[in-house]
């Protein structure tokens, strides 16, 4: 049997405030509208003894989507989210 998509009140779930979508991004506006389900998974190599400090995704006009990973020791990985 498959998994079944879970739904309903969560325990300790954020609600978003009104304060909250007007910082929002316009890719934050519209990802908080919709429900998406995990296409793929893909594992990050980090360097040892460092953390993810930052995250970003940067859309381009010829549709590539790019992922920035910024680490606690200073170094920013870029990953081009089509190719994953």
């Keep these: 049997m498959g998994k079944r998509l879970k739904t309903g009140e969560k325990p300790n779930e954020y609600k978003v ?14 990802a908080s509208t919709g429900r998406f389900l995990l296409e793929k998974k893909s594992r990050f190599s980090l360097q040892a003894h460092s953390k993810v400090v930052s995250c970003d995704i940067s859309h381009s006009n010829d549709s590539q989507v790019i992922l920035v990973i910024g680490q606690s020791n200073g170094v920013f990985s870029l990953y081009n989210l089509d190719t994953l």
Excluded: G
Aim: hydrophobic fraction near 30%.
């Design 17 to 30: 405030t009104n304060q909250d979508e007007d910082l929002f991004t316009d890719f934050e506006r519209v």
